[in-house]
């Protein structure tokens, strides 16, 4: 059997206004503007360099519905590359490029087949095996209704299967659900692989066909953490390999900081600066948050002598000058171990109860938010990294306010 071997992209989200990050510098702020096209680069020159036999995008290639016009002249040119070095592309469009915005239409190549708004068949041959892409666009911003009905079931056992869908898991409550479907009815239609789209997170929902979420391209806000890329795929009947290949140009994340041997300030500083040279020269340049851990009652005090913007304000400037920049966004306390030494029976146990709550659990105490009719469209899912966030600050939270009452 012959294998075949294509990238998979989805959501890179190009031209991402990082809204909300208007305290960094100018200069800063212009890389952070740059980095989803600096992104969408390193995918383009992996391409050329890596000549697979194609490439899939599953969704949101656009942030905005007006589609900037940066945005598609960048996307054309990258297009127009992978046209003269014959690499063709297969695209839909998701709910942030969705065909029924307003824009004005760049033209792109003749290598890029845009799927319409239903779910079609594209057919091609690589080295003599049939390769079958079906998919289809968004034709408006909210495709609540599930499309996977009108996905048809892999006829050839010859041929390779590749659906391609910007849409989510059915059934999950604490989400906007668009195209909902279900492990199941994916894994029914007998495909050989799933390129998904939508969900930022990297994930495989199932192996044997795989259904990949490759997650964006590059972050765009501190809930989207890690480093970002996309995924080189070789498959033939039967077997599928994907490596991960990193593209983000700047990372989002958190940096841990023990403050276990430190009695003075000039030695929380210097292991501040340690750590986030430790994470500069593992991901390049970043947006993070420095979470301050194991901090001992002196520390503590220590740190109340001044506020946190200040601490804030002097760990900024000590790193202004590196390169490549890491901005610290924000500095937070993990309270736990002080508070526990001090915390009383009641407080505990609800600190336990807590701990013990299930992901279901979780789900129905936040639902107020993440049911929210308005709030829901910027949420991505409740996933385990959030849940463990909520939980510190609400430990936190819980015993700072029980401290006070006493
Ligand atoms: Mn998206």
Redesign the pocket.
């Known amino acids: 059997m012959t294998s075949i071997r294509f990238i998979h992209t989805?959501?890179l989200?190009l031209d991402s206004p990082f809204k909300g990050m208007t305290e960094l510098p100018k200069e800063r702020l212009k890389e952070l503007r740059d980095s989803t096209f600096n992104a969408f680069d390193r995918l383009i020159s992996y391409a050329l360099k890596e000549q697979p036999d194609f490439i899939v995008i599953a969704?949101?290639v656009y942030d905005g519905e007006d589609r900037s016009l940066r945005a598609q002249q960048r996307f054309h040119d990258g297009m127009e590359k992978l046209n003269k070095a014959g690499i063709p592309v297969f695209l839909c469009h998701?709910?942030?490029d969705h065909l029924g915005g307003r824009w004005v239409r760049f033209d792109l190549p003749p290598n890029v087949r845009t799927f319409g708004n239903e779910v079609t068949e594209q057919h091609l041959q690589i080295r003599g095996q049939d390769v079958f892409l079906i998919g289809f666009s968004y034709p408006e911003r909210h495709v609540t209704t599930s499309m996977i009905d009108t996905y048809p079931i892999a006829e050839r056992n010859d041929a390779i299967h590749i659906g391609l869908l910007?849409g989510s898991i059915a059934g999950d409550s604490t989400h906007a659900v668009y195209a909902p479907f279900t492990k199941e009815q994916l894994v029914g239609k007998q495909y050989d692989y799933w390129a998904l789209?939508?969900i930022?997170k990297r994930q495989f929902i199932h192996r044997d066909p795989y259904i990949v979420y490759p997650g964006?391209l590059q972050s765009r806000h501190r809930n989207e953490r890690g480093i970002k890329g996309f995924y080189d795929v070789t498959l033939e009947k039967g077997s599928t390999d994907l490596s991960f290949i990193p593209a983000s140009s700047i990372v989002f994340d958190e940096i841990h900081v023990s403050c276990q041997d430190i009695h003075h300030a000039n030695e929380l500083l210097l292991t501040c600066s340690q750590e986030i040279e430790k994470f500069r020269s593992l991901n390049g340049a970043g947006v993070c948050d420095l979470v301050l851990t194991e901090v001992s009652t002196e520390v503590s005090e220590m740190l109340n002598t001044s506020t946190i913007d200040e601490w804030l304000r002097l760990i900024r400037e000590t790193e202004e000058e590196q390169e490549p920049f890491v901005w610290v966004s924000s500095i937070e306390v993990d309270e736990r171990v002080i508070a526990m030494q001090e915390v009383n029976a009641v407080t505990h146990s609800v600190i336990n109860l807590m701990n013990d709550w299930s992901m279901g659990e979780w789900k129905e105490v936040v639902s107020d938010v993440y049911q929210h009719t308005k709030g829901i469209r910027y949420l991505e899912p409740l996933n385990e990294q959030d849940l463990e966030d909520i939980k510190r600050k609400a430990s936190s939270i819980l015993m700072k306010e029980m401290a006070g009452m006493e």
């Open positions: 989805a959501d989200h969704g949101d998701g709910n942030h910007h789209g939508h930022h964006n």
